[in-house]
């Protein structure tokens, strides 16, 4: 990356023209500047999704140990709607940055990765460690990474991956970094009082770190984006921020329970099943692909419900339409960067083959792109 000087040649010249106090550098036939590889001749760089590495937090909370404390709860059913088994729960001294320095500290060790490579560090996130200084920032010194290392947090839950690559893609295409590190971390359980039974069985913590690097070839297709603030009022936590209490967005219906973060699961549901066979429509038509050219439909892993009624609704079975929550719920920003490392360990991911990536939920956003993967395990 190149820093760009400009000199401002004094304040005599405060009423001058631009060209006279900020004078263009000579241009060279071809339009770029002296010594400067023509933009038509450098080689055109593509994102691609590397290794990933998935971190959750040790304690476990499982659906025999809520039945235990709460017998009331019919543990049965939740589970038939949910299937989520357990969670991964994060200490009351953990938070986004440890689970995801942990993830990423993984990524580094387990795939040797030089951490002076990194250019770029994004961090998805809807559970800051502090309003500010940005996380991003402090998790940047934590792991060592250079000080020329770009670093930014980006709030956006269950879409934030999704995102997240498509913001990877555009450095890298922009010739701004060659090396990006996506992380994303959540802990959800911070804002769940502990009887919240609709919100307790669902969310679990945990983080995934996504090394994206340059290639030669494109792997990522026919992004696309939505979003549509009126469901804004279905998923959200109103207080913590700035806006005055009295003029806080309310919950869309009444708030049953005692947690900070309100659920209006009904709701979300119709959204999705909604939405999200336009988007997939969508992203097919951009791409110019049919269902049949798809191998796997990786798609945010929200609850076996509402995954069960996408799947209906797009006519596919779990063989093309993984659901990979039943061990760790609903974790937010990195449900498909585990449903990707899961695949990739089973083999069920073919290097070269068209997958669909789809995140939606909270704002209400959602956001879709084709998938070849590039990256050869190693071994």
Known sequence: MRALKMVVSGASNAGSSCTQICPQRPQEEDGTGPHETPRDARPVNYASIGPIAVYLPDKVETNAELKATYPSWDMDLIYSKTGIAQRHIAAPHECASDLGVAAAEKLFQQYQIDRSSIDFLLLCTQTPDYPLPTTACLMQERLGLPTATGALDFNLGCSGYVYGLALAEGLIRADAARRVLLITAETYSKYIHPDDRSLRTIFGDGAAATLLEAAETPSFFAFQFGTDGRGADTLLVNKG?????????????????????????????????????????????????????????????????????????????EDRMPIVLRDCGNTVSSTIPIVIDEMRQRGRIVPGANNLLVGFGVGWSWAGCVWRDVWQVPG
């Open 241 to 317: 921020g700035a806006r005055l209490p009295e003029q806080a967005l309310q919950p869309r219906h009444r708030h049953r329970w005692p947690s900070d973060l309100y659920m209006d699961g009904p709701s979300l549901i119709n959204f999705s099943v909604a939405e999200i066979p336009k988007l997939v429509a969508d992203v097919l038509q951009a791409a110019k692909l049919t269902v049949a050219d798809v191998d796997l439909f990786i798609m945010h892993q929200a609850t076996d419900k509402m995954l069960a009624q996408l799947m209906d609704r797009l006519g596919l079975n």
